[in-house]
Every structure is written in C-alpha cells, then in structure tokens.
C-alpha cells in the first residue's frame, strides 16, 4: 500500500497537518505489525500438538557415556542396583534428579521396581559404567505419564 502524502487527494490538493499526522501514525502502526509479526513467526513455542507431532521412538536407545577398564560382573535379573540419575524430557526439562537429593536409588533389576526401560536398558551393566537411556513411553510411564511432572503426550524420556 502506498502511503504517500497525496494518497486520497484530489489533484492540486495538499495534505493537513492532522491527514499527515494520521498518515504517519499509520505508517508507524504498519510497520510494528510488520515487525512484530516477523519477530513471532521466528520465535519457536513448543506445544501439546508440536509434542503429539513429533517424531516418536518405538525402541529403547541405549548409549554407552563411560566405560571401565575392567568388568568382572555384569548386571543380570534379580541383581541390586544403587544408582545416581538424573531424568529429563525430550526437551531437556529436568523432572527428577537422585545427584540433588545425595543418595542413590536402590532396586532389584528385572522386579518392576522401576520402569521397564530402566530394567531392560541396565542388563549386563558394569560397576562404574554410565548410560545414557532414552525410552519410548511403553517402557516408561506410558500414554498417561506420570502427572504432573511428566506429560502422557511425551515421546520419550531420558536418564
């Protein structure tokens, strides 16, 4: 649109002092709108549908963070974990942390004592190695979480 002083002026006709001021004005308001609708369009929010959309993981992912030089015995069903963890959604939102509490949890592997991504994905683990875990909400929480921390929406969950 051009918003030049002659916009809407019979021929030979000049502008007013109040027609330009509103002209200015408007220009002024276009051009906030120009920007503030630029700046909006680039600013990512992440929402339920953002969520529900993304890509999901169908298998438990297991990454080896730290290796040990030696392992005598591995982790197997049945065994007595202690163990530090930190839990975070998949966009980085930390929901528990067993570092900030100072003690370690303590279960029995393979029981259902936990989920079960943590009893498959800590099998034939040794003394002093660190994983990283990311698990699909079947072996989490499932479709319905664990409110209110941790959303039923989630594709996934790491430790």
Known sequence: MDLSPNVG??????????????????RFVVEILLFAGTF????????????????????????VKKRVESCETKSKKGDVLHMHYKGTLEDGTEFDNSYKRGEPLSFTLGSGQVIRGWDQGLLKMCEGEKRKLVIPPDLGYG?????????GTLPSLSF
């Open 143 to 151: 479709s319905a979480g664990a409110p209110p921390t941790i959303p």
């Open 40 to 63: 909006f369009s680039l600013m990512s929010f992440v929402t339920n549908d953002d969520i529900k959309s993304a890509p999901k993981i169908k298998k438990l992912q297991i990454g």
């Open 9 to 26: 002026m019979n021929m030979g006709h000049r502008m007013t002092v109040q027609e330009k001021t509103m002209v200015s004005l408007l």
